[in-house]
């Protein structure tokens, strides 16, 4: 799982801050792993450093001052490449394509869903052509049988990329009602 | 070359619109997988593309000629001759043996029993079931119809096969070992296949795939 990107999706939606963006996480990927706030405070932490970042502003309801943070034109360039960029086809890949999908929907719209769902579709199936030739042109059972092994689980992939493509609509609702 | 090409092809059945405006090129020798989900129009594809329906609107192009404006009778024929179907049911005639079944679209074009019977053989041997030559469909199993009926898909040598779902019905083993037959088959006739399937793995035995929703070729996959 990626937090980084994670939390410049959030923040494509405007100024948070930490705790906001501990809710918004959790919200928004309800079968992940709630995100620990030390975590956030360390990303956000990365992210300020590396200039993806930048303070917003400030406030103090009722405890320590609380400091909002948005993304600075570097993060939303960097935010952009990595909807943009296919994840390489490999088992056990599901909780990466969610996320991915899940900031497309939050940080941009359906259409930049789709097509990253669209384009990873297109990278998945060169790769299960370039495993079927090994398949053909295995010299061993054991060779045949680790081709399929992937196969399957990429065939298992893009069910679900399909699925989720036919709920995209739904999906974008229930995340920004 | 393009061989096959189908320009803004739509076809509405009642006020379900099956197909809308989807464009689809294949090359000579070819292997071009149409997928998508149940509904999405890829049948629908296959039966105007083949001449069998005549699409709403659009065109449909064969060897650099207009096919869709053709009779039913001049459409039969290019089926006959340059375009194989293939469907998931083999659909052999039950009362024909094997070599009976493939010979038979041979005979129809004119071929000299001999010759047909000859010709019918060879497809067979090709695909492993020589041995099976003298029975009927019944009594043989499922990947075994299937390749007798892609023998009989390929016999008179068209230039585009159409194969909707052809191995749907067989277990992954034998849909496997009947895909790469068709395959190997295809790219040794320099034949153009139009594969459909909402099944990813056996879209990945094409060389290119397009994918429908609801009607519509999604652009981008085309990898």
Known sequence: MSTRHLLLGLLARGPQHGYELKRAHDDALPSAKPLAFGQVYATIGRLERDGLIEPAGSDRVAGPERVSYQLTHSGRTTLAEWLDAVETPAPHLGGALLEKVVVALLAADRDTATRYLVQQRAAHMARMRELIQVRQTATSVSEAAAADYTITHLDADLRWMQQTAARVDALEKEIRP | ?223
């Open chain 2, 1 to 223: 070359m393009t061989l096959l090409t189908g320009r803004a092809v739509t076809k509405q059945y009642g006020r379900t619109a099956a197909l809308a405006e989807a464009d689809v090129e294949v090359a000579a020798g070819e292997i071009l997988a149409v997928t998508g989900p149940s509904g999405s129009g890829k049948s629908t594809l296959l039966l105007c593309l083949s001449g069998i329906v005549t699409p709403d609107s659009g065109e449909v192009w064969f060897a650099g000629a207009r096919l869709d404006d053709r009779g039913e009778a001049a459409r039969a024929v290019l089926r006959r001759t340059e375009i194989g179907v293939l469907l998931q049911h083999g659909q052999l005639v039950p009362e024909l043996t094997a070599v009976e079944n493939v010979a038979l679209p041979l005979l129809l074009g004119g071929a000299t029993r001999g010759s047909a019977a000859r010709s019918a053989e060879q497809w067979l041997d090709r695909f492993g079931v020589a041995g099976e030559a003298a029975k009927r469909p019944g009594e043989l199993s499922g990947g075994q119809q299937q390749r007798v009926a892609l023998a009989r898909a390929l016999v008179t040598g068209p230039r585009l096969l159409f194969a909707d779902e052809p191995t749907g019905s067989l277990d992954s083993v034998a849909g496997e070992s009947v895909l790469a037959a068709l395959v190997s088959a295809a790219k040794d006739n320099a034949t153009a296949v139009l594969l459909i399937t909402h099944d990813a793995t056996v879209a990945a035995y094409a060389d290119r795939e397009v994918h429908l929703r609801d009607g519509r070729v999604l652009s981008g996959v085309t990898a």
